[in-house]
């Protein structure tokens, strides 16, 4: 069974840093493209940034982009997402996912081709 647990989010004032992390099995780690995405209010659940198994490739929405690093640690099986610059237009549930690695050698970005989700941290950018 593939379990994803986050943690890391909180309340930030605008231009602060927040670092979320993903823990998993070493078994789900070694085996899945891991992935976040972010929902908030009202709005569809959107692509954030996503690492490849390998950890040689790395995806960004261009909303993340100068902004946002992911990162694999293989010695504790956790990926991070560092968030630098917040805005209040972060706000938002931020979830990480695992996508199974025989759907493709690379990370795909949809949300649909994530096959196993965590249960959410919640990140809140004030003004």
């Known amino acids: 069974q593939v379990q994803l647990s986050e943690s890391g989010g909180g309340l930030v004032q605008a231009g602060g840093s927040l670092r979320l992390a993903c823990e998993t099995s070493e078994r789900t780690f070694r085996s899945y493209h891991i992935g976040w995405f972010r929902q908030s209010s009202g709005k569809q659940r959107e692509f954030v940034a996503a690492a490849s198994v390998s950890g040689d490739s790395s995806l960004y929405a261009d909303f993340a982009t100068d902004r946002f690093i992911i990162s694999r640690d293989n010695a504790k099986n956790t990926v991070y997402l560092q968030m630098n610059g917040l805005r209040p237009d972060d706000t938002a549930v931020y979830y990480c996912?695992?996508?199974?690695?025989?759907?493709?050698?690379?990370?795909?970005?949809?949300?649909?081709?994530?096959?196993?989700w965590g249960q959410g941290t919640q990140v809140t950018v004030s003004s």
């Open positions: 996912a695992a996508q199974e690695t025989s759907k493709s050698s690379y990370v795909l970005t949809g949300w649909r081709q994530f096959d196993y």
